[in-house]
């Protein structure tokens, strides 16, 4: 019923940028909050940065100051400007929002099918 669709990974050389974006379709009532997550070989999932519909933000430590998450709530469409990438940052990143359906009781947690930035020079 609801798909994400992620866009704008790559290969890139440290110091570079990427823009990621991602986009919410079919059929639901609202989206509270859209995010990107990553996660590395050998690692543990974590949390990158999020934005609510109200427009709060938070990021993960190691990337603030250097990534920016926004988000167009007429459009249900997430983006992370990526800049200033390190090595570290190399992972598949994800697309994750919290959509409540159509007369559903709770938010359901989606996720997007993930795609590959790689930092290397």
Same mark, same amino acid.
Request: aromatic share 12%; net charge negative; proline share 3%.
């Given at each position: 019923q609801v798909q994400l669709v992620e866009s704008g990974g790559g290969l890139v050389q440290p110091g570079g940028s990427l823009r990621l974006s991602c986009a919410a379709s079919g059929s639901f009532f609202s989206i509270n909050a859209m995010g990107w997550y990553r996660q590395a070989p050998g690692k543990q999932?974590?949390? !990158?940065? !999020? !934005?609510?519909?109200?427009?709060? #933000?938070?990021?993960?430590?190691?990337? &603030?100051?250097?990534? #920016?998450?926004?988000?167009?709530?007429? &459009?249900n469409t997430v983006s992370l400007q990526m800049n200033s990438l390190k090595p570290?940052?190399?992972?598949?990143?994800?697309?994750?929002? /919290?959509?409540?359906?159509?007369?559903?009781?709770?938010?359901?947690?989606? /996720?997007?099918?993930? #795609?590959?930035?790689?930092?290397?020079?």
């Open positions: 999932r974590e949390l !990158v940065a !999020v !934005v609510t519909s109200g427009g709060s #933000t938070n990021y993960a430590d190691s990337v &603030k100051g250097r990534f #920016t998450i926004s988000r167009d709530n007429a &459009k570290e940052d190399t992972a598949v990143y994800y697309c994750n929002a /919290w959509v409540v359906a159509n007369r559903a009781p709770y938010p359901d947690d989606y /996720w997007g099918q993930g #795609t590959q930035v790689t930092v290397s020079s």
